[in-house]
């Protein structure tokens, strides 16, 4: 089982309200690429992405397709930060504990600043989660970066020294966090994962062939390829999911089931990281 039906690619956002009913930057869109059907769905909050999922993965189920659904936020943290969270070395772990400690309403309220507090108090200090709005004083959230040492855990990923441009999975405010995006992205994976069983399988976390395959994304791999295709009117959040879908479900299937199982079995990686060249010649 290496080929997939359809391919779903994901920009995950934190805000805080519902975004605007107007398509805009920095909101949620959802890209789906299938041999008959592409098209780019914009999400208001991340109540409407996951039933958007949801109903999704459902069809293609009932249809007897394979997905591969890719989201654009880290699986995982740096070696060391789940033991520490939790007492065990398990990514799924962490995606447990966050499911149970996140609140994310259906019009975007959420907690993610108080659980950033919370992880830091448990790890001994401020930090390793830093920034927080103005106005805003969590006990154990720093608003500048902390000088990372102490920490049960490095202040990156492997993969995040290899991607040009990758945000550490700590900052929770400012140009390039990501850290928000994942408190508020893993516990919905957690929900899915709950929701589908053994039809889900998560890369590089687990070897088994499932109908459903979750993997983290990095748009920006493609972001040259991404401004060539844009299209006139189109929000850049809007472009990269869709380019970055139609170039994996273009990808020799072979080729993309080997490159979903790289990388380390407790941070994660990107899927495609070091596969640019590749997957710029399957949108050719």
């Avoid at 448990?122 to 970066?145: C, D, E, I, N």
């Avoid at 994976?189 to 399988?201: D, P």
């Avoid at 139609?246 to 495609?272: K, M, Q, S, V, Y």
Wanted: with cysteine; hydrophobic share 45%.
């Amino acid at each position: 089982m290496t080929g997939f039906d359809t391919v779903i690619m994901v920009d995950w956002s934190a805000r805080s309200t519902p975004s605007p009913a107007r398509r805009t930057k920095d909101a949620i869109y959802v890209a789906e690429a299938s041999p008959n059907l592409r098209f780019v769905t914009y999400c208001r909050t991340r109540e409407d992405a996951t039933r958007h999922l949801a109903a999704r993965l459902d069809a293609a189920l009932a249809d007897g397709r394979r997905v591969l659904a890719g989201f654009d936020f880290p699986f995982g943290y740096p070696r060391g930060f789940a033991r520490a969270l939790t007492g065990e070395a398990d990514v799924f772990a962490v995606w447990r504990w966050l499911h149970a400690a996140v609140t994310d309403d259906a019009r975007n309220g959420n907690n993610r600043l108080d659980v950033a507090d919370r992880i830091n108090a448990q790890l001994g200090g401020a930090g390793p989660f830093w920034s927080h709005p103005v106005g805003r004083t969590p006990a154990h959230v720093p608003f500048r970066k902390p000088l990372h040492q102490g920490y049960p855990c490095a202040e990156r990923r492997e993969v995040e020294t290899v991607a040009k441009g990758a945000s550490t999975c700590f900052q929770l405010y400012g140009n390039g966090a990501v850290a928000s995006q994942t408190l508020l992205g893993l516990p919905r994976l957690q929900a899915l994962r709950e929701r589908y069983g053994a039809a889900l399988a998560v890369r590089p976390f687990e070897d088994r062939d499932a109908p459903i395959v979750l993997a983290e994304v990095y748009p920006s791999i493609l972001s040259v390829e991404v401004k060539r295709r844009q299209r006139l009117g189109e929000i850049i959040d809007a472009a990269q999911v869709r380019v970055l879908a139609e170039a994996f479900a273009e990808l020799d299937p072979a080729h993309l089931d080997a490159l979903l199982r790289e990388g380390d079995r407790e941070e994660g990686w990107i899927a495609g990281l070091g596969h640019e060249a590749e997957l710029v010649a399957a949108l050719r």
